[in-house]
């Protein structure tokens, strides 16, 4: 699923909007996760806090005409990379957001589809990617150890 520039820019406001929330006050709150809830037929984009109240939402009228089976792993590549690219220009930095907390995509019925971006300054989430070569270099380093 390929979105225009203005649907991914609306995104990326809805999600500012939503996390300004956290921008004000002097206490940290404590949130374990924040929900995006994207509905493929209504086009809307929903985020909540934990206690499910609505933080922002907005519509993208692209997600209404996509006629795919996989909208929610085509939205999660989407919007995983969306927020890492956030976190990598430093939009979450401010939030008054005492870590660790996730960006979780969930579905209608708010089951948890996918953790899209962890916010941990020790934790660091293993993907595909992180595991790649891992077998051989165990293997390797095993083989080394042994030898010895």
Not at 93 to 115: C, G, H, Q, R
Request: aromatic share 8%; hydrophobic share 35%; glycine share 4%.
């Amino acid at each position: 699923m390929k979105l225009s520039q203005s649907s991914v820019t609306l995104l990326e406001d809805t999600i500012k909007k939503a996390v300004s929330k956290y921008t004000t006050g002097e206490e940290q709150t404590y949130v374990t996760d924040i929900h995006l809830q994207p509905d493929q037929n209504s086009g809307e984009l929903s985020i909540f806090d934990d206690d499910d109240q609505e933080l922002a939402c907005s519509t993208i009228e692209e997600w209404t005409a996509y006629e795919g089976d996989d909208f929610y792993k085509n939205t999660e590549s989407l919007l995983s990379s969306l927020l890492n690219q956030m976190n990598n220009e430093g939009c979450f930095d401010k939030l008054n957001i005492l870590k660790p907390y996730s960006f979780v995509l969930v579905d209608e019925d708010k089951e948890t589809i996918a953790e899209l971006l962890l916010m941990d300054d020790d934790t660091l989430l293993v993907n595909d990617e992180l595991l790649k070569g891992l077998d051989e270099e165990l293997d390797t380093f095993l083989k080394d150890l042994l030898e010895k």
